[in-house]
């Protein structure tokens, strides 16, 4: 894995494990060789698990829509900085330039991340790793709320499965290390399968 892909707060929240967190997912990643894909922000999680890395020795990359940029958030000291028009641009390659996600705390918007891959990845469209980093039961409701999904079969297991999760960084990427994708079926599988057998 070269590259991880992290979608975290523009705030640093109420507590500052969540901070913490975000450190130590950095040191992580630099003493694997991984470098950091993020939104490009110089707040809240956002920059400091960018600052840390650097800090570091390792590499960040930044994908920021123009909009946010010349709002003055963008991080003006990574690796690289790629300036896109929206945010439908910037989350499409934040996915290309990354083996695989990872969603600290944050709000609407790591949210609205964190399930756009997960749904890319239960119809077959990337076959990465996706986690979530559970900063001191940060997102045991999420996790909750998945388990409802399937006891209602909204959601299959096997797609639940697809969102790995961890207290803590060095756990969460032990188990990025032996993820191997595979793929479930789905309807749109489905259906693409009775049009491609003969």
């Given at each position: 894995?070269k ?6 707060g ?37 920059g ?15 994908v ?29 390659m ?12 944050g709000?609407?918007g ?11 990845s239960q119809?077959g ?13 940060f ?44 793929r ?15």
């Amino acid at each position: 894995m070269k590259s991880l892909c992290v979608y975290c707060g523009s705030s640093s929240g109420a507590s500052p494990v969540y901070a913490e967190a975000a450190r130590a997912l950095a040191g992580e990643m630099v003493a694997g060789h991984i470098a950091l894909v993020y939104g490009g922000g110089n707040v809240g999680l956002m920059g400091i698990i960018a600052d840390e890395v650097l800090r570091l020795g390792g590499e960040a990359t930044g994908v920021i829509p123009q909009a946010l940029l010349d709002k003055e958030v963008g991080h003006g000291g990574l690796t690289r900085l790629h300036v896109v028009k929206d945010m439908h641009e910037r989350k499409a390659m934040m996915a290309e330039l990354s083996d695989g996600f990872i969603a600290l705390p944050g709000g609407i918007g790591t949210l609205e991340e964190l399930f756009e891959v997960l749904t890319w990845s239960q119809l077959g469209f990337h076959d990465k790793p996706i986690g979530l980093l559970n900063v001191d039961g940060f997102h045991d409701g999420l996790i909750q709320f998945i388990r409802h999904l399937v006891t209602q079969r909204f959601l299959k297991p096997e797609h639940a499965s697809l969102m790995m999760h961890a207290p803590d960084a060095a756990a969460l990427l032990e188990r990025f290390k032996s993820f191997k994708p595979s793929r479930h079926g789905k309807w749109l599988d489905q259906a693409t399968a009775k049009t491609l057998v003969p």
